[in-house]
Each structure stands twice: as C-alpha cells, then as structure tokens.
C-alpha cells in the first residue's frame, strides 16, 4: 500500500500579524470598493485563469492535506468551484445593481431605489473537510461584492488556502492585503471574528454557537453553516438501483466527510433487507488506496475523527446491530473500510449525533410518516431526501421536512447549482449562501428615497398641522 504524510497543522499567526494583515485589509478595502463592479469581476476572472494554469500545482497540494481520490478533488473541488464562480461573475451585475423600489401613490413625485454598499471585512473561518471549494466558494461572491476578505482555514489544511493567497497577490491585479490568510487555531479564530465586519463560519455546531454569542455581542451579521445529518427516506417504490447508488457514494463520498453528506437512511420495512443487501453488494465493489488515482475511497483528513467513527460503531454493536465492515485498515494513515449499521435503532450515537465518516446506518421503518417524524427528531436540519417514483407525493412529504435542503431522487448537489440558497434549518445554521441573498449579504442595504418636484414647496403634511391638510392627506391615500 502506498503510504502518505500526514501534513502537520500551521502554528499560529501571531498578534502582530492579525494586526498588521487587517489594517491592510482595511487600507485594500476603501480602493477596492470603489471599483466599478465590471471591473472588480473582470479582474476576478483574471485572477481564476492565472489559478486554473496552476491546477494541476493545486491539486498535489489538496491530495497531499487530504487524502482525496483524484476524482474527487478535480469534481467535487475544482469543477464545484468553478460552478460556484461563473453563477456570481454571470450574475452579480444583475443582483448588485441598484433595485428601483415602488412608493405609494401619495409619493409619485418621489423616486426609490434600493442600493448594496460593500460591509468592509469580511472574516471567512473554514473546516478541513474541503479546504479549496468552501473558501473559494465564500472568498469570492465577497470579494465581487467589494469586499476585503480574511480567512481563516483549519490549521489541518492550510496550506491549500496559503497556495490561493500566493497566486491571488502575485496576479498584482488586486490591492495588497485585499485577500489574505490567517493560519491558526480557534484562537486565531476567534480574533477574526473579533476584528470582521462580518463572519461566515463554517463547522461544527458546538462552535458556531460560540461564533454567533460573540459576533451578536458586536451586533455585527454572521452567517453560519454547521454540522447535518442527512435523512434518506427510502420508499417501497423508489427506483432502487438508483437509489442504492446514490446511498453509497451520497454517504462514503469524501470518505463520508460532508455536512450534507447521508447520515440516516430510513426504509420501509417491505424493501429493507434487500436494499440492504445491494448496500453492502455496492460497498465491496469500492476501492480503497492511498495513492489517489484509480480509488473511491481516501482517508480521514483530521486525526481525530476516525476515533468519533468508531467510538460510534462500538455503541452500535453494544445496542444489537450488526456492523459490517467498519475495520481500521492502516492507522498510521487513517485509513478505514466503510461500514454498514442494521439495524440501525434511534437511540445509537450513529442516528443521533453527527458521524461524520464513511458509515451508513439502516434503519426499517412502517411508513413515510413514520420516516418523517424521525428524520425531524434530530436538532440538526441541513439537508435530507427523499427516494420514491411518486414525485407529487414526494414534494408534499418534504414540506414537513426540517431541512433547509431537499433533494428527490437526489443528493448533494445544492452546493453547486449556486442559484439555490444554501443552509440549514434548526441547528444546522443561520442565513443562507449562495442564491441572489447569498451575494447581497455581502452588502449592507442602503435605500434612497429623492424628491423630483416641485423644487420649492414643502410637503403638505409639514408643520404647520392644518385641518384641511389633514382631511386632504386622507382622501388622497384613500385614492391610492
């Protein structure tokens, strides 16, 4: 088997190198925000060739932090982001520009308009999960809105974001300091979120509390992507082929490292042992290596997750299910087969808490409703699906559902058909990315309201108050 290196965390930025990087930040905003926004997209899209030159640079570098297939970090990375951009610089001018706003009647002599003014600084704070497409996913919808940006990536997979900031700066198509990177830990992390003008965290939910409690603390906006635990609701008439298919790779995919990755599958009870049966048929047919190329399968990225996986394995076996697979292949490199939980029950740590590994819990259940009122059990609400030929039975079914993603017959995919807003429901999250909302809360809103005419007279509900006024204001907003 060939072996990896386990890529050491970054030490911390000092207190003198937040410092100075956010007065340049501050210094690169005020030139930056007064480009034109053609202008701030055009240099953007010059500054994306000069990185997709270097992709394949890029790539080794995202192999050797994470472990990932080949396949995966060229689609699920490289492919998503460009995705993600080309819906920002194709629809930016039309998000951006300024919105004309309908007064009442009683103001026909006035004009409104709604305009979206860049906030400042905006600190991005990413997990090690996926170090390229999750920082350039949020690093550049701010950056087009006219933003400076300061990220803060997991000190597991810095390295990654190090190699954009050195090709960002050396574009010189940007003012200096207008895109820079903080390595750390938390601590780094929680002076980006004391010196930003905004926050976009993403991570686990226990810290994206602690995000939120100090950002509201400033009355400063934040947007927060936390932890899933994606319900697969399988029913008797799902397409079952496909829908094993997709069990697999929407739950192993990343070596099942993904917040909308499948947590839960719930099936009714007269498909369960077979589909459980294809499950495992499917899994054996994965191959798993360290090399990258020609394998489905990579590694845990952070060390300590592979502990989690198993510590919720073994509660598994103590409460009666069968675990098949589940072995720990190479521990120096982090390296386990993928695991199979039936039947998985509610009280298991694998349908409660958020695994996060390559491990796929089955549980049989009598009904949909009955797959709904446990798919809604759990806190988190980030996405889940829906598997069923039936798809007007399947679009009411996800009304109740408490995610803020939904899929039929589908999985995954919400991150990168970028029209969509992405986000959770519950604990999952707060705001949304992506979609025209997930641009404009780049901006503060500024509404402008103008008076045309006449240019001298007063309007006629100023001082003095008279009765006549009064009684003429009212039958007026009554024609309205």
Request: include cysteine; aromatic fraction near 10%; proline fraction near 5%.
């Amino acid at each position: 088997m060939t072996m990896t290196t386990m890529i050491a965390p970054v030490e911390n930025a000092s207190v003198q190198e937040i410092e100075r990087k956010f007065q340049k930040a501050r210094e690169a905003f005020e030139m930056w925000r007064v480009y034109p926004l053609a202008e701030r997209i055009r240099r953007i899209q010059l500054f994306w060739k000069e990185l997709f030159r270097r992709k394949e640079e890029l790539i080794q570098i995202l192999h050797k932090e994470t472990g990932k297939p080949m396949a995966e970090i060229q689609t699920m990375e490289i492919v998503g982001s460009q995705l993600i951009l080309k819906y920002f610089l194709r629809n930016a001018s039309r998000i951006l520009r300024d919105q004309p706003a309908v007064a009442p009647w009683l103001f026909f002599n006035k004009k409104a308009y709604v305009r979206y003014i860049p906030r400042g600084v905006i600190g991005i704070i990413t997990p090690w999960n996926f170090p390229f497409i999750i920082p350039l996913g949020d690093s550049l919808p701010a950056l087009i809105a006219g933003n400076a940006v300061i990220l803060k990536p997991s000190e597991w997979t810095a390295q990654t974001a190090l190699f954009v900031e050195r090709v960002f700066t050396s574009s010189g198509l940007f003012p200096e300091g207008l895109f820079q990177v903080l390595s750390g830990d938390g601590r780094v992390g929680e002076q980006v979120v004391e010196k930003s003008d905004m926050i976009v965290f993403t991570g686990s939910t226990q810290s994206g509390k602690k995000v939120a409690v100090k950002a509201a603390e400033q009355l400063k906006p934040f947007v927060l992507e936390l932890g899933g635990k994606h319900p697969m609701i399988v029913l008797n008439d799902a397409p079952l082929r496909r829908t094993v298919q997709a069990a697999v790779w929407g739950g192993l995919a990343n070596c099942g490292q993904l917040c909308v990755g499948v947590e839960r599958i719930f099936v009714e009870k007269e498909i369960a042992q077979p589909f459980v049966e294809m499950i495992r048929k499917e899994m054996k047919l994965l191959r798993q290596n360290l090399s990258g190329e020609e394998t489905d399968l990579g590694r845990f990225i952070f060390p300590g997750q592979m502990e989690v996986v198993q510590k919720h394995l073994e509660d598994a076996r103590e409460k009666g299910a069968e675990v098949t697979g589940g072995e720990v292949v190479d521990e120096q490199n982090f390296l386990m087969k993928p695991a199979v939980v039936f039947p998985a029950k509610p009280e298991m740590l694998v349908m409660q808490e958020e695994t996060f590994g390559p491990v796929l819990p089955i549980m049989a259940v009598s009904s949909a409703e009955e797959a709904l009122y446990l798919s809604n059990s759990n806190p988190l609400g980030l996405a889940a699906s829906i598997w069923t030929r039936d798809r007007s039975y399947a679009e009411r079914l996800a009304y109740n559902l408490e995610a803020g993603l939904i899929s039929i017959n589908d999985l995954l995919s919400h991150y990168v058909i970028c029209s969509l807003p992405f986000g959770g429901f519950k604990q999952s999250g707060f705001s949304r990315r992506h979609g025209e909302e997930g641009l404009r809360q780049f901006c503060q809103t500024q509404s402008v309201l103008i008076h045309d005419w006449p240019a001298q007279a007063g309007e006629i509900w100023w001082f003095p108050y008279q009765k006549w006024k009064t009684r003429l204001v009212s039958f007026l907003n009554r024609l309205s």
